[in-house]
């Protein structure tokens, strides 16, 4: 999963990207087509890179994450976990694998 930022200036407009955690570049164009343009460019450049220097172009991922709730939610779902007799984390994982899986 790749990051981007957009910043616009007066005469231009910097897209700023992680690469996937693997560096970073900045590309620049004056109107999003340009900048859509010397992303592909770039994308490319970084592609031939990994594949001379043999680095997975994507980003591994740890299994980890924060998710931030509202204190309202957080009650809800300990009282579902609970009632089904599952931690938190569990029922997460449940319904995220089932989001992804449509």
């Given at each position: 999963?790749?990051w981007a930022r957009v910043?616009?200036?007066?005469?231009?407009?910097?897209?700023?990207?992680?690469?996937?955690?693997?560096?970073?570049a900045d590309f620049y164009?004056?109107?999003?087509?340009e900048l859509r343009a010397?992303?592909?460019?770039?994308?490319?450049?970084?592609?031939?890179?990994?594949?001379?220097?043999?680095?997975?172009?994507?980003?591994?991922?740890?299994?980890?994450?924060?998710?931030?709730?509202?204190?309202?939610?957080?009650?809800?779902?300990?009282?579902?976990?609970?009632?089904?007799?599952?931690?938190?984390?569990?029922?997460?994982?449940?319904?995220?694998?089932?989001?992804?899986?449509?």
């Open positions: 999963m790749t910043i616009a200036g007066v005469d231009r407009v910097r897209l700023g990207d992680d690469c996937d955690g693997h560096g970073g164009g004056k109107n999003p087509k010397e992303f592909k460019r770039s994308l490319l450049v970084f592609l031939e890179v990994c594949r001379e220097k043999d680095i997975e172009p994507r980003r591994r991922f740890s299994g980890k994450f924060n998710l931030r709730i509202s204190p309202d939610l957080h009650e809800k779902l300990a009282i579902a976990a609970q009632a089904q007799g599952k931690s938190i984390n569990t029922l997460a994982q449940e319904a995220l694998r089932d989001c992804v899986a449509s």
